[in-house]
T-cell receptor
Framework: GAVVSQHPSRVICKSGTSVKIECRSLDFQATTMFWYRQFPKQSLMLMATSNEGSKATYEQGVEKDKFLINHASLTLSTLTVTSAHPEDSSFYIC???????????????FGPGTRLTVL | QQQVKQSPQSLIVQKGGISIINCAYENTAFDYFPWYQQFPGKGPALLIAIRPDVSEKKEGRFTISFNKSAKQFSLHIMDSQPGDSATYFCAATFPRSGNTPLVFGKGTRLSVIA
């Protein structure tokens, strides 16, 4: 299957600092990437849809100024948690959709996740 | 409004038994139904997926059964093994209509005991 990487896998930061999480599709180009947040023992909650070369679409209740998303290229999307607070501590997961027309059309591949802990 | 309802919330199965997880959806526009497996501290991994033009799809020990009229689909894990112990999520989307995200069920925590 396709590979999506995330970096870092784990980060601990102080309250008030900003944290950047990278999501890369390693063996395919992804025009669309998605960012999710997952709390312990819960399902994935979609935060935003990231489209290469355009502004991200945020889900209702997600602060766009708090969670900055940049889809700079067809293989890289970044999520920056600005002025992080303890309530932002969570497991952040990205996914990338395989391009249309190939054998993996419509399939969404997930990264390994980033565990953010804000002290 | 939860568009994909998943049950049971947790499941305990004996080794060698059959694990069955069910999902029901509401939006008839959905045309792609994947199942994901997630281990603690890891991202979800695609297990198997189905489109509504078929009623069943099998890959190894994993089978999806799809009932379009009932708007239900289920995952069957045959010969369940302790290594299958994980959280399973069903999902639905209509990707052909654009860059639409997955709608996830709430997950099922499967424990396979020896």
């Amino acid at each position: 299957g396709a590979v999506v990487s995330q970096h870092p896998s784990r980060v601990i930061c102080k309250s008030g600092t900003s944290v950047k999480i990278e999501c890369r599709s390693l063996d395919f180009q992804a025009t669309t990437m998605f960012w999710y947040r997952q709390f312990p023992k819960q399902s994935l909650m979609l935060m935003a849809t990231s489209n290469e070369g355009s502004k991200a679409t945020y889900e209702q209740g997600v602060e766009k100024d708090k969670f900055l998303i940049n889809h700079a290229s067809l293989t890289l999307s970044t999520l920056t948690v600005t002025s992080a607070h303890p309530e932002d501590s969570s497991f952040y997961i990205c996914s990338a959709r395989a391009p249309k027309g190939g054998s993996r059309t419509d399939t969404q591949y997930f990264g390994p996740g980033t565990r953010l802990t804000v002290l | 409004q939860q568009q994909v309802k998943q049950s049971p919330q947790s499941l305990i199965v004996q080794k060698g038994g059959i694990s069955i997880i069910n999902c029901a959806y509401e939006n008839t526009a959905f045309d792609y139904f994947p199942w994901y497996q997630q281990f603690p501290g890891k991202g979800p991994a695609l297990l198997i997926a189905i489109r509504p033009d078929v009623s069943e799809k099998k890959e190894g020990r994993f089978t999806i059964s799809f009932n379009k009229s009932a708007k239900q689909f289920s995952l069957h894990i045959m010969d369940s093994q302790p290594g299958d112990s994980a959280t399973y999520f069903c999902a639905a989307t209509f990707p052909r209509s654009g860059n639409t995200p997955l709608v996830f069920g709430k997950g099922t925590r499967l424990s396979v005991i020896a």
